[in-house]
């Protein structure tokens, strides 16, 4: 307790510390303080030195701290680690939530020097110590401090790291995303990386639910209807967003001392062997009880006897009261209804076993699963590749229902992880010709959804169904050569079960299209309608007496025709691409490219329509208005609609940009090749003709030289000279 001296100026304190925080006197009392520790809170249930750390007043933590007698010489109630407020929290608790308090933390230390230890393992209602609450809040110094105080070891387990519901330190500071302190924690404290919580999930296995760590991010949701058509017709795909390096270092620490997926595979081997012992035991009992057997097998059978008469009275019964089924029954068998009804039962069985997949997914708990498998499911390549470079025997590995890692890619839609295992030199042709355990192959599964996949990907039919056909392409393409089985259980192949799955899909897609192309179609008719008005009522008028346009002469007159000419032009042949759309059978196939590459087109000359319409516009006006002073006003004036309606688009404007950047980006690439070809064919001619010159040359000049000096061509020997014959 403080002594009577300190009693003034704690009221000092106390009073100016309400004055500065006009909300305390509502929350606090208005007793006389005589302690530092004394509870001023009525709702908190918090001391003074409680209140002062919550709003950051550093100042008079210090002085209050000051005040504090030695602990060691108090009662143990009134010492300081028993002063709790409502949360459990003790002074050190508030103060380990900051880095900044870190002198006040190792001020409040000192003053319990020699009883230290309870102060630093005291727990709060939630079972955190100090030391947890730096790492919940991520506190790097804080939690080097209070480890160093509290002695701790790198060799575990340790008790004072984890809370009652077992989240350990390293747990928390991968939920707050403080990759940092997670960093030290795992490589000092290893054993940590292994530990589950209550949950049975370790480190590895929260951080591979945790996507939008690694940057991705969610689809954005204004992204326009122009910019999905160039994305459908274009080969480039952004690469995901780089994770930060320290983020990249705790995956490779906590991928190389992770086992836990040695672990579930230890489990499920353990269960086999106990399947089969269980097995070889009943067998012996079986063989050792045989007369206890016999009795229970004829006990068996007067139950079947019994239950066969009660199924034949049955029988007679309903032969006897439903005469009214037995006639609906031998019509259906005149009208043959029974095919149709068989299948109405299949379309009904795949759609149930669907349902039924994923409700028996939903039941698995993540920590059931290996973190190879949760980072497949949540997108994360980082941890997906350093599990492979590090484990690559995990590629074989299946979960619960058989899956294993390809398949659930493809289940979930995730391209980049499929690319990325088929791609790697440990890939083997059995993980491209495994299948579940309802026989699903590679190809199933992308006739495969999920309830929650509509939902995450908010795009109109036809993209998505692209999306969908580009991606069984893909999944065809890369394990083709590897189908050993290409009907499953339920008797379906992978294209009648993906057009099964696609059916509602493919109809909304075709609505959507049909749609889109009509609009875009009336809107060509009238930009036509235009334009073939406008180039009988020209600007300025014509002759009465010859027919010919007054203006002609001007230059911005055949600015005015051309543009006319083109806007018609690129109008009518907008309307006949959509016409083509529109009298389509639509496929299911044609969605892949052929319909989307026809709506392009369709609506690059509709567009180029409208742009050339807005500078016949503008030359109309410069015609009409060449007369005024100010001619450069008017030529502004005259084309400002056309950069107002590319700029005001933004999908317009992005879309052309990026396809202008492609364009522009593969013709220079294309020239540079061509350049190098052309240099390297006209350097080969260059030389050929070099060479062939070189010898016309010494055939045509140094031969007669030769013969000149008397030096003429010698016979081959063996051979008779003229003269000697």
Sequence with gaps: MADSKQKCPIEVLYQNFRIKHKYLPKVSGDQPLKDPLQRISKSYNSTFLHMAIRLKDKDLVNQLLDMLPNQESLPVPVRVWNRKNNEGNTILHELAASDSWKESASKLVDKCKGTDQELLNARNELGETPIFCAARHGQTEMFEFLAGKMMLIAVGPEDRMRRKDGTTVLHISIFTE?????????????????????????????????????????????????????????LTEKLHARCPLILEELVKLLVKEDTTWYASKNEELDIELSQTKKGIDSKENKSKTSPQRNEQKSEELKIELSQMKKGINSQENESKTSPERNEQKSKEKELNIEPSSKQNIGQESVQNSLGKDEQDFDKYKKGDESPLFLATISNIPQIVEEILIHHPETLEHTNREGKNILQLAILYRHKEIFDMVVNSNVLTSNLLSATDDKGNSLLHMVGQKRKSQASERMQCP?????????????????????????????????????????????????????????????????????????????????????????????????????????????????????????????????????????????????????????????????LLMTHHRQKAVWYVIAFLPVPIFFVSYSPLRSAFLRRFTESSTNFVRKFREGLVWTVLIFLIILVTLIYIVYKACECIICMPVGWIRGNKPQPHVGTQSTDEV
């Design 178 to 234: 403080s990759f940092k302190l997670a960093h030290l924690i795992a490589d000092r404290y290893k054993y940590l990386i292994v530990e589950r919580d209550n949950d049975s999930m370790t480190a590895l296995q929260y951080l591979a639910c945790n996507p939008t760590a690694f940057g991705r991010k969610k689809t954005k949701m204004g992204q326009g209807f122009m910019e999905d058509l160039m994305k459908s017709t274009s």
């Design 462 to 622: 036809a993209f998505q169904l692209q999306t969908e056909l580009l991606f069984f392409q893909n999944v065809k393409s890369a394990s083709g050569m590897h189908l050993t089985k290409p009907l499953n259980n339920q008797n379906k192949t992978a294209e009648e079960l993906f057009a099964t799955t696609n059916e509602k899909l493919h109809g909304e897609a075709k609505e959507w299209l049909m749609h889109t192309t009509e609009n875009c179609t009336i809107l060509s008719v009238f930009i036509a309608t235009v334009a073939f008005a406008a180039a009988y009522t020209v600007p300025g008028g014509s002759d009465g007496s010859t027919g010919i346009p007054i203006l002609h002469s001007k230059p911005f007159f055949l600015v005015f025709v051309l543009a006319d000419v083109f806007s018609l032009t690129l109008a009518l042949t907008s309307m006949g691409i959509f016409l083509s759309i529109l009298t389509s059978s639509f496929p299911l196939q044609h969605f892949e490219t052929y319909l989307f590459e026809k709506l392009k087109q369709g609506m690059i000359c509709m567009i180029a329509s409208v742009t050339m319409m807005a500078v016949a516009f503008g030359a109309t006006i410069i």
